[in-house]
């Protein structure tokens, strides 16, 4: 696609319900990230994968938070036994890391999640 | 650890004048980019304008500049001309080792 897509683009849950929130990254893009962006806040990272791997899963919060990103592409961010300070607006980003575009990172639309 | 510093939460703006929003950031590193991103109330997170911090030269985008002052850690956004379409919240954000860091943000009014 033209762009990175998130769905679903809004989600009301329960507390305690599992969520899976779906981020289609740019095509050829080798990074994604997810990022957590709370009510009038910036972006808090979570996760970042090259490839199908993540270096680097410092930002998740707790171990209810996992993601996974397979075939180079599509990637799950799955919350487990949703709490309502989970909710937040969700954001997924692409990015290349060849040319002169490299690092620059082309964000989603975002998932806002509420939890009731 | 890195970390990204916008001391204006909310900054207003007169149609066609000129804006200049902050942001400091911390590291001890020598290479690595800085970036702002806009985001309208859409949510869409856009790129603004890059800065590579091994460039002495500051970046431009037709309206929008930055002053790079890499001793003192400071990288300013500057709007020229300002539109009603530029306001929104406004991010500064640092980038290195894979990471993203960002500001807390700066929400932009534009007065016509």
């Known amino acids: 696609g033209a762009g990175v897509s998130q769905s679903p683009s809004n989600k009301v849950t329960e507390k305690g319900k599992d969520v899976e929130l779906r981020c289609d990254p740019i095509?050829?893009?080798?990074?994604l990230y997810w990022y957590r962006q709370s009510l009038g806040q910036g972006l808090e990272f979570l996760i970042y994968?090259?490839?199908?791997?993540?270096?680097?899963k410092s930002g998740l919060p707790s171990d209810r938070f996992s993601a996974e990103r397979t075939g180079g592409s599509v990637s799950t961010l799955t919350i487990q036994r949703t709490q309502q300070e989970d909710s937040a607006v969700y954001l997924c980003?692409?990015?290349?890391?060849?040319?002169?575009?490299?690092?620059?990172?082309?964000f989603g639309p975002g998932t806002r999640l509420t939890v009731t | 650890a890195q970390t990204v510093t916008q001391s204006q939460p909310e900054m207003s703006v007169q149609e066609a004048e000129t804006v200049t929003l902050s942001c400091t950031y911390d590291?001890?590193?020598?290479?690595?980019?800085l970036f702002w991103y806009k985001q309208p109330p859409s949510r869409q997170m856009i790129l603004v304008i890059r800065?590579?911090?091994?460039?002495?030269q500051n970046a431009t985008e037709n309206r929008f500049s930055v002053n790079f002052q890499k001793a003192a850690k400071s990288f300013s956004l500057k709007i020229s001309d300002s539109q009603l379409g530029d306001a929104a919240m406004y991010f500064c954000?640092?980038?290195?080792?894979?990471?993203?860091?960002f500001g807390s943000g700066t929400k932009l009014n534009v007065k016509p």
């Open positions: 954000a640092y980038y290195n080792f894979n990471k993203f860091y």
């Open positions: 800065q590579e911090a091994y460039k002495q």
């Open positions: 980003a692409s990015s290349s890391r060849q040319g002169p575009s490299s690092y620059e990172q082309y």
């Open positions: 590291t001890s590193e020598s290479d690595y980019y």
């Open positions: 095509s050829g893009h080798t990074a």
């Open positions: 994968f090259q490839g199908n791997s993540a270096p680097d």
